[in-house]
């Protein structure tokens, strides 16, 4: 083997460096930089594609020229460059893009400073690009793609091997998703009056189920993919800075800040599941515990109406201040859940009220509202029903019964590591059948 | 990952009583509040003059206390920032884009904070005897020098 050059190593070593200098950019810049295009251009979609290719430049030209002091200015400017080119092309093909083309030449003439942070301008071009990637004409699964394509500033690849989906198919739903915005003429601008609350609802909800793909991995050996609950809980943060008098967005936030707080206790070193009773508290982050508890206040001072997510703050802040689980305010978590049931009544948040119930007034009380919902199709294939009911069953010394509820979950479940735990416990079932349950 | 952003002291801002000036501070919060808009900022504290603090020093089982002002103030810490990015690269760009509020020549380091996955491997049998072969090695070429 012949001995490497150390010349070309150490250029190889430079150009890679320069590289994820160039990522890192991208990514604190790219939101704004695609945000003000879109503004420009009226279409996200191509506004997007133009970014693209000022990166691309980027990539080529910084290498020599080095990174320029104003990298977001530099691609920004390169971006509406190229969509003049293009828009004068267009414009002598078709004269109706005139006006457009005047309006792209004022634009250049005005040239946002961007050097100046956030300003008002960009924050309400950011918050009308939360909008248009989360509008509810794309599928849930669209939405999740472009937001985090779009405001993230992850590559195709990232979000692909996030939602552990082919590369080829998350670009497919990027591309049909701006086609559709495209087509449907989707306005730039952020929702009014009783529109509104729909709309940000959607956002919330694009959001939470970014944060859950990584929370609570649905498919795949992993239980959590950290780096997914990361970039929604930036998502959210951005969120909540663009429309700070929104109490239901400082809600998600501290739901998702209380619920990342527990990432390192809730899995083994070994992978795995560590469930919320069992978790070392110790290792629970405070750092992020304050700052959820901090954003419940930051709620409460806007009024007093509690929304669904604040509610879900709320009740993990109950557990998030208990030191042990036995210091719990399960009454409280009682009074939240029955809150949140009449607000969205749902079979899942009826079992989690069970739960409450169990813990608050006895397994048999809890027993009694589970099996009211034994015939509810919507959970006939979710396995934390035979799972919760197993465990009131154990609880209550009934452990053949729970040996087989046990097994139903383990059965239904689509995550391995869970599917593991719940076998685990079934065999427990047989093992300790004389001993009743440990009291919480 | 999350990084420690760490504000070296200056002899101004070791001075009694040391606030930066008016526009120093204005133009920090407004860096700020870019940080807590792009969601990467999780927490930051600015730190009293080391005449304010003490030090503890650990020798064996005994511990004196000294108390401040300290010397050499590059080597102390005026305050610290904790950041969320995806790179140390993320961290550097923001830590470029803060205003210089010192007068003079000035440092600000960026240290990655241990995260539980730096811990995955640490916690067998092996890697902590591996671990502790290394330390006394260390200890031993120490102990010659």
Known sequence: ?440 | MRFMVIVKATPESEKEGALPDPQGIADMNVHIDELMKAGVLLGYEGLHPSSKGARVHFSGKNRTVIDGPFAEAKELIAGFMILQVTSLEEAIEWVKRSPNCQPGESEVEIRRVFEPEDFSDGFSEEGIEEEKKVRAQLADQAAKK
């Open chain 1, 1 to 440: 083997m012949p001995a490497a050059d150390p010349h070309r190593t150490q250029a190889l070593h430079r150009t890679q460096a320069l590289h994820r200098t160039i990522d890192a950019v991208w990514r604190i810049e790219s939101a704004r930089v695609i945000a003000g295009l879109t503004r420009l251009t009226r279409d996200v979609g191509l506004a997007e594609d133009l970014a693209q290719e000022a990166l691309v430049a980027a990539l080529e030209q910084w290498p020599q020229s080095g990174i320029p002091d104003n990298p977001a200015a530099w691609l920004t400017a390169t971006a509406k460059r190229r969509a003049i080119d293009l828009f004068r092309r267009n414009a002598v093909a078709r004269r109706k893009h005139e006006e457009l083309g005047r309006e792209l030449e004022a634009f250049e003439q005005t040239s946002p400073d961007l050097d100046s942070p956030l300003d008002n301008t960009i924050g309400d071009d950011l918050l009308r690009l939360v909008f248009i990637a989360c509008h509810p004409s794309l599928p849930t699964e669209s939405r999740a793609a472009l937001t985090l394509r779009l405001l993230g500033g992850l590559t195709t690849d990232e979000i692909a091997r996030a939602f552990l989906t082919p590369e080829p198919t998350i670009a497919q739903r990027i591309v049909r998703a701006k086609r559709t915005l495209a087509d449907k003429h989707i306005p730039f601008e952020v929702p009014r009056g009783s529109e509104l609350a729909a709309r940000l609802s959607s956002v919330l909800e694009v959001i939470y189920l970014i944060f859950n793909e990584g929370y609570s991995a649905t498919t795949g050996d992993d239980l959590m993919r950290p780096t997914l609950c990361e970039d929604a809980l930036r998502l959210g943060r951005i969120l909540a800075e663009l429309t700070p008098s929104e109490p239901e967005v400082h809600g998600l936030v501290a739901l998702m800040e209380i619920q990342a707080s527990r990432t390192r206790a809730r899995v083994t070193s070994t992978g795995e599941l560590v469930l919320l009773f069992d978790q070392n508290r110790s290792q629970w982050d405070q750092l992020l515990i304050h700052r959820g508890l901090t954003a419940i206040e930051r709620a409460h001072k806007i009024n007093a109406i509690r929304g669904p997510y604040l509610l879900q703050a709320e009740i993990a802040a109950c557990h998030a201040r208990a030191r042990t689980p036995s210091e719990t305010d399960w009454p409280r978590i009682v009074i939240l859940y029955n809150e949140l049931a009449r607000l969205i009544p749902s079979p899942v948040i009826e079992l989690n009220r069970a739960v409450a119930v169990s813990m608050a007034h006895g397994p048999h009380a809890g027993l009694t509202l589970i099996d009211a919902l034994a015939s509810e199709p919507s959970l006939a294939r979710y396995h934390l029903l035979p799972s919760v009911r197993a465990d009131l069953l154990y609880k209550l010394g009934r452990h053949p019964e729970a040996r087989t509820e046990f097994e139903r979950a383990a059965a239904l479940t689509r995550n391995t590591r869970e599917r593991d735990l719940l076998r685990i416990r079934a065999a427990a079932c047989e093992t300790d059948s004389t001993t009743w349950s440990q009291n919480f």
